[in-house]
């Protein structure tokens, strides 16, 4: 499951131009996670928000590294940068409260950020903010 996920995740992408996407994505796909982690943190700090991303979910989803407050921030750091798959995701983990305090306010705020690039409609979330029981 988690190799599938991760080959889904390298498959998705397209690379930029910058020598080190093809060594993390060959890496992740090999399971080399340490060696991945290492490129992708290199694409970081070149700005590449996809790079925030991935890092994330191998945090998120236990790819070599299992830590879902670093998964948040991680995903924040790409969200930050309008990256619309992290803020819907960065949206899930302010939901179900994994790794950052349940908000359901920031859920749809970020929900809504990624609705801006048409990554996820968030009347759905809406319609569900009635069955919650966290206090405003």
Do not use: C
């Not at 409609?121 to 903010?129: K, S």
């Amino acid at each position: 499951m988690l190799r599938r996920l991760a080959i889904a995740i390298a498959l998705g992408l397209s690379s930029p131009a910058s020598a080190g996407w093809d060594e993390a994505l060959t890496a992740l796909n090999a399971g080399n996670y340490e060696i991945a982690l290492g490129e992708l943190q290199a694409l970081h700090e070149e700005g590449y928000a996809r790079a925030d991303h991935i890092i994330a979910m191998m945090h998120h989803h236990g790819l070599g590294v299992r830590d879902l407050a670093k998964a948040a921030a991680w995903y924040e750091k790409a969200a930050e940068r309008d990256y619309a798959p992290a803020q819907n995701n960065l949206g899930v983990m302010y939901e179900q409260g994994l790794g950052v305090p349940k908000d359901l306010v920031t859920a749809y705020m970020w929900y809504a950020l990624a609705a801006v690039e048409r990554w996820y409609d968030f009347r759905e979330f809406g319609r569900h903010l009635g069955d919650s029981d966290q206090k405003y």
